[in-house]
């Protein structure tokens, strides 16, 4: 089902652009999870989040190291772990969408605030890294037609 | 309880993402396509006994006020035809298993979860109580059904795909444009809040607004003239795409041109609408007697069928509208059936072209019980479920004195009748060829056709309690 290491994708030696992407995939994943938290009111939020992630899969792929997994079936987990979020206030007798905020004092951090809708957010960052990584695998040569 | 209504949206949508994790596994990935489907079919049912029972039921979404928030409105209307395009769904969803593994099959792990998010949508299109989340739930079906027009990838299916997209995305932008218009004037996109506010606006807003929205739902309905893309698009796709975008896509631009002319109370439209009305019955019966394919014949035959949905509509009486409910009603599985029978036909012969099959009667007698009767359905011959509504339909023209309308009416009927008599010589009757010979369809398929055929006559059957609920229905919508 996934690719397997066709020549087009063995990895790439090269000594400025591997490590350049490494610590770039390190900064991204940071940048990736500040957007995700600033979401709730601020600019970001999970699709943005995604599309970071998105970037960092793609900055990889092009040295030869594409995600080891399946991007459809990581999209559809995202997508059902946000529309559980949307669902789960209709069995607490709530409407649907519906969302609760908590706020906590944390060290250093200080106070945070953040609700369900965070939960959804996250699913959202799966349905568009997901189908990054989806188109990242049509695009690259397969060696046949899958399935 | 009205959270249903919410379940009928968010549902299918989870059981989407589950049967894209699971797209590869074939038991667990039809388990849960088909068990979401059943269930929205029993949920609908339930909401449709609920409404006629308890009355409108409303929800809304994330505890805001309607006027600026969402809000899912069930009315007779909108259930009615909920139970109808939910089964219908599921039946195709099984005719579709019983088809793939040929090669007219569709892909199963790209179309079982795209299935679910069309049922989503369509449940979304339904059941919404304002503009914009209408456009929304358009959008849904309207992704969902560019997948599954081209996922096979070949070229006649990309090359009608592209006219299909290029056509809905510009009603779609009209759409939107027409969204801006109507909150311009009134302040609100709310159904309820509208239908108080359109009337008090001066006659060339409302006339402005009710033409515009009638191009759009009209390129989504096929209507003339604005149909040609759906003759070129529909016939390329598996069958149990076609099916689907036969009996219910088209059926759901009539829905939501009814409902938003009734609920805006457009009734000085009323004769430019049954204009519309006349043309579209007889150009589609027209484009379907000139042709020689079983699937191209029934394509022409859904514009045909929208003429008849706005000629209820374009009278703008109870009678009218009821009429044009019950022909919706049992357009959705009469449509879909004809497409699952010419899909039989093209299992067992290997094309669905008339002049290369004859004779099917003597090999596969029981495909030509199933198309014989909808067929007649189709042409309005008694005692199927067409002949009722198209009764209902020249009842109502009779009653509001629009003779020319009802004359056209009739006349297309019998012209219908003729084109179906046309597949019916060329493709059953005759000396069996040997082209008649791949053997039976799986059981399935035909299994699944059957149960269609089923549920229609249980239609003509129940006639009667589906056109008093049609006839509720229509004073819901006219009488406010």
Redesign the interface.
């Known amino acids: 089902m996934f690719r397997s290491q066709s020549p087009a994708t063995r990895p790439l030696v090269d000594p400025v652009v591997v490590p350049g992407v490494q610590a770039a995939t390190q900064m991204a994943t940071v940048a990736a999870a500040y957007l995700l938290f600033a979401g709730h009111n601020q600019p970001g939020g999970g699709f943005a989040a995604g599309l970071m992630v998105g970037a960092i899969l793609v900055l990889r792929s092009l040295i030869g190291r594409p995600p080891p997994i399946d991007g459809i079936a990581i999209a559809g987990l995202g997508c059902l772990i946000a529309t559980v979020t949307a669902i789960v206030p209709i069995a607490l007798g709530s409407d649907p969408l519906d969302q609760t905020v908590v706020s906590t004092n944390l060290p250093v951090l200080g106070t945070i605030k953040s609700g369900s809708a965070l939960i959804l957010d996250v699913g959202v960052v799966l349905v568009v890294a997901g189908l990054v990584v989806a188109v990242i695998d049509g695009l690259a040569p397969s060696d046949g037609p899958d399935e | 309880m009205s959270?249903v209504l919410?379940?009928l949206i968010?549902?299918p949508?989870?059981s989407?993402?589950?049967?894209?994790?699971v797209?590869?596994h074939r038991t667990l990935r039809d388990g849960v396509t088909v068990s979401s489907m059943a269930a929205s079919t029993a949920l609908s049912g339930w909401v449709l006994f609920d409404v006629e029972r308890a009355g409108t039921s409303r929800?809304?979404?994330?505890?805001w006020t309607p006027e600026l928030g969402i809000e899912l409105v069930a009315d007779l209307f909108a259930a009615l035809v909920l139970v109808a395009a939910m089964g219908t769904i599921l039946l195709v969803q099984l005719y579709a298993i019983g088809e793939r593994g040929s090669k007219w099959g569709s892909?199963a792990?790209v179309t079982a979860?795209v299935m679910l998010v069309l049922s989503a949508g369509t449940a979304l299109t339904l059941l919404t109580g304002d503009l914009f989340t209408l456009f929304v739930g358009f959008e849904l079906i309207l992704v969902a059904s560019y997948v599954l027009l081209t996922h096979r990838g070949q070229a006649g299916q990309v090359r009608s795909g592209m006219t299909y997209l290029v056509m809905n995305l510009l009603s779609s932008t009209f759409f939107l444009f027409g969204v801006a218009f109507v909150y311009r004037s009134t302040g609100t996109i709310n159904y309820e809040l509208l239908s108080q506010r359109i009337p008090e606006l001066d006659m060339a807003t409302r006339a402005g607004i009710g033409l515009w929205f009638l191009v759009v739902f009209g390129t989504k309905a096929a209507v003339f003239p604005l149909f040609s893309w759906l003759p070129d698009s529909y016939p390329t796709a598996p069958t149990n795409i076609t099916a689907i975008f036969a009996g219910l896509l088209t059926k759901i631009g009539a829905y939501t041109l009814i409902r938003f002319h009734t609920t805006m109370a457009m009734e000085d439209l009323g004769p430019a609408i049954l204009t519309v009305a006349g043309f579209t019955m007889l150009i589609g019966v027209a484009g379907a007697l000139a042709q020689n394919d079983v699937k191209r014949i029934l394509s022409f035959h859904i514009v045909s069928q929208i003429g008849y949905m706005l000629m209820g509509l374009g009278l703008f009486t109870v009678a009218g509208i009821a009429g044009a409910i019950f022909f919706l009603v049992h357009q959705i599985p009469t449509k879909t059936v004809l497409f699952l029978v010419g899909g039989l036909i093209e299992r067992s012969t290997g094309t669905s072209a008339l002049g290369s099959i004859s004779g099917l009667i003597h090999r596969q007698p029981l495909i030509a019980l199933l198309f014989a009767i909808p067929a007649l359905s189709l042409a309005g011959v008694p005692p199927f479920s067409g002949f009722v509504g198209k009764l209902a339909l020249v009842d109502a023209g009779v009653a509001a004195s629009s003779i020319p309308i009802v004359a056209i009416a009739v006349g297309g009927s019998l012209l219908t009748l003729l084109s179906m008599s046309k597949i019916w010589i060329g493709v059953f009757w005759g000396e069996a060829n040997e082209r008649a010979s791949l053997g039976d369809p799986p059981a399935m398929m035909r299994l699944s056709t059957l149960v269609t055929v089923a549920s229609t006559l249980l239609i003509a059957a129940l006639a009667g309690p589906i056109f008093t609920l049609s006839q509720r229905a229509a004073e819901q919508l006219l009488i406010r």
Request: charged share 10%; glycine share 18%.
């Open positions: 959270a919410g379940v968010l549902g949508l989870a989407a993402s589950l049967a894209m994790i797209r590869h929800l809304v979404i994330g505890g892909d792990a979860p």
